[in-house]
């Protein structure tokens, strides 16, 4: 029952933008941390960024902090990633992801219990 779709990947240029969002159902998202992970052709999935039920936390992995802003507004049940100033690297399989517990601030891969099925971002000439 408790479902995140993802949507908004996209072929684009390198220096272009894309807006991710993760819309989600069957639980109460403002109380759950929600965090963005990718996964490139023959790579590990890495998390990209996470953000904390309240929207008052948030990181980012470093190589794209000043690039990707994440955002949420629990009143539409949707998390956001913002991706400025796309480089070919960014290029992936985008996955939006819910931990087990509610209200804790959790975002590493293995907190994650409940993920969407992706959206694919390319970033090529």
């Known amino acids: 029952q408790l479902q995140l779709v993802e949507s908004g990947g996209d072929l684009v240029q390198p220096g272009g933008s894309l807006r991710l969002s993760c819309v989600t159902s069957?639980?109460?998202?403002?109380?759950?941390?929600i965090g963005w992970f990718r996964q490139a052709p023959g790579k590990e999935r890495e998390g990209v960024s996470c953000?904390?039920?309240?929207?008052?936390?948030?990181n980012y992995t470093d190589s794209v902090k000043g690039r990707f802003t994440i955002s949420r507004d629990n009143a539409k049940n949707t998390v956001y990633l913002q991706m400025n100033s796309l480089k070919p690297e960014d290029t992936g399989v985008y996955y939006c992801a819910a931990p087990r517990y509610p209200f804790n601030f959790q975002c590493d891969y293995y907190n994650m219990d409940a993920w969407g099925k992706g959206t694919l971002v390319t970033v090529s000439s």
């Open positions: 069957g639980f109460t998202l403002e109380n759950y941390s």
């Open positions: 953000i904390s039920s309240n929207g008052m936390r948030t």
